[in-house]
């Protein structure tokens, strides 16, 4: 059962490269220019970067189980 949750954590990890497909639709929909629409997208990122040093700390403090159900909330 771990080994199945870790494979579907993994694969939902590439659910914010999906926003280069909706990219393009939102800019002419919504009439943004390219930096308008890349922002949420960097915005992400540097998130996860800063994040990812906090949650390996909270995983040796708190386990596994509480980061990741912490970490799903967050990022739903």
């Known amino acids: 059962m771990l080994a199945l949750a870790g494979f579907f ?3 939902l990890l590439g659910v914010i490269y999906s926003w280069s ?3 393009i639709p ?3 929909e919504l009439g943004w220019s390219p930096a308008m629409s ?3 997208f960097a915005i992400f990122l540097l998130t ?3 994040f990812t ?3 390996s700390r909270l995983t040796r403090e708190m ?3 509480w980061v990741s159900i912490i970490g799903s ?3 739903g």
């Open 9 to 11: 954590m993994c694969m």
């Open 21 to 23: 497909v909706l990219r």
């Open 26 to 28: 939102i800019e002419t």
């Open 38 to 40: 890349s922002l949420p």
């Open 48 to 50: 996860f970067a800063i």
């Open 53 to 55: 040093p906090v949650s």
């Open 63 to 65: 386990g596994y189980r």
């Open 73 to 75: 909330l967050v990022c």
